[in-house]
């Protein structure tokens, strides 16, 4: 049974940073391509960033990029978002996933046991 669970939200004011970490149990992680998501209020879930098992393809949303960064740890079977110079919009629920689409523009979406359930990240102005 895949686990999946997120830490690392908070508060933050316009220009700061957080860093969202994300554990995965249950999968061969280091085999796994892994990404996340946000969900803002009365907006569509969106990709946010993704990349692959062996770290060689990183995708990012344009909204993000530059600002935001994905890396892994296997050994830790983690995942992490580095956030910085975050703005108001960045306001969301932020979802780790397993076996995300590479791409922001893929229309697959992971089934619901590969989703985390989620931290909530405000950015204040």
């Known amino acids: 049974q895949v686990q999946v669970a997120e830490s690392g939200g908070g508060l933050v004011q316009a220009g700061g940073s957080l860093r969202l970490s994300c554990e995965v149990s249950?999968?061969?992680?280091?085999?796994?391509?892994i990404g996340w998501y946000r969900k803002a209020p009365g907006k569509k879930r969106e990709f946010v960033a993704a990349?692959?098992?062996?770290?060689?393809?990183?995708k990012y949303h344009g909204n993000v990029k530059g600002r935001f960064t994905i890396s892994r740890d296997n050994a830790k079977n983690t995942v992490y978002l580095q956030m910085n110079n975050l703005k108001p919009e960045d306001t969301a629920i932020y979802f780790c996933v397993v076996d995300p689409p590479l791409s922001p523009d893929c229309a697959y979406i992971p089934g619901d046991e590969l989703w985390g359930q989620g931290t909530t990240v405000t950015v204040s102005s």
């Open positions: 249950g999968r061969t992680f280091n085999r796994d391509d």
């Open positions: 990349m692959s098992w062996s770290g060689s393809i990183i």
